[in-house]
């Protein structure tokens, strides 16, 4: 018997509102995958105080203790991840940035490669694109391979409207359903690989303060893992992000 498929939705609204209801459309949609909705306001998340322990000396070394790495065995486990956030001030909810924060270091030393994801968003009238394009920069940077968004305008809750939504909401998960089960291959793409090359020199210059990426990085040869990358891909990445450096080294 074929494994369920198992998906994750990550929900940083603070209430059970338009967010958590085009998600909860979502799961009933397709009972035959195993959709978990995860509330970051129903769980155990502290706030993060800046203490650079999980970036230098690894994640274990975080002084927190609470949910944050059952959230994160959950997308381990899951073939896919929705990232959703009600758009707030322009852009991802508080409870969504906290929850950003305390997973840097996964953006430092990514460990989502294979994995996929979508980005939801639902605002007013303005900024679910801007939320969009944060959880996707940011969490792509964890590895994780985005299949285009979702921005759903929620402001007449009209028949029209709520339709318009739940076709828009359903044609992504479809689409996500497909990549996971499709395999598609992976090919890092530029910003990908100039993060790479970013975060590898950083680790070499930093590596007596963060021996953690230092470690994660030293045996990393052109990417994170084995893959034909382009000539003038490569070449560019390393171009860019040299430069990057060197900007970074003269500002010190
Ligand atoms: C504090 C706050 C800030 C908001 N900021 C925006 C905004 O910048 N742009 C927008 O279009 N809608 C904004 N909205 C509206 C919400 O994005 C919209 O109602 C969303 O669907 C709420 O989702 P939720 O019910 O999951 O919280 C804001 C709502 C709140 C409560």
Redesign the pocket.
């Known amino acids: 018997m074929d494994k369920k498929l198992k998906i994750v939705a990550i929900?940083g609204?603070?209430?059970r509102?338009?967010?958590?209801?085009i998600l909860s459309m979502l799961e009933r949609s397709h009972p035959e995958v195993d959709f978990k909705i995860l509330m970051l306001a129903e769980v155990d998340l502290k706030d993060c105080f800046g203490c650079y322990s999980c970036i230098n000396n690894g994640e274990e070394s975080c002084p927190l203790t609470d949910d944050r790495d059952m959230i994160i065995k959950e997308m381990k486990d899951a073939d896919g991840t929705i990232f959703a956030s009600?758009?707030?001030?322009?852009?991802i909810?508080a409870l969504m940035k906290k929850f950003v924060e305390r997973t840097s270091f996964i953006a430092h030393r990514p460990i989502f490669f294979g994995k996929y994801a979508l980005a939801l968003a639902?605002?007013?009238?303005?900024?679910?694109d801007l939320t969009c394009k944060y959880l996707t920069e940011n969490f792509g940077q964890c590895g994780f391979k985005f299949i285009p968004s979702v921005e759903?305008?929620?402001a007449t809750k009209s028949q029209n409207e709520t339709d318009h939504n739940r076709r828009k909401a359903l044609n992504a998960y479809k689409k996500l359903i497909k990549a996971i089960k499709a395999h598609e291959k992976f090919e890092p793409s530029l910003g990908q690989l100039v993060y790479f090359n970013i975060f590898k020199s950083i680790s070499e210059l930093n590596k007596l303060k963060g021996w953690a990426d230092y470690e994660f990085y030293k045996e990393k040869g052109d990417f994170y893992f084995d893959v034909k990358i382009p000539y003038v891909k490569h070449k560019l990445a390393k171009w860019i992000a040299s430069r990057e450096i060197k900007k970074l080294k003269t500002n010190k």
């Open positions: 929900c609204s603070p209430h509102g338009n967010t958590y209801n009600p758009t707030y001030a322009r852009t909810s639902t605002c007013a009238g303005f900024g679910a759903l305008k929620v």
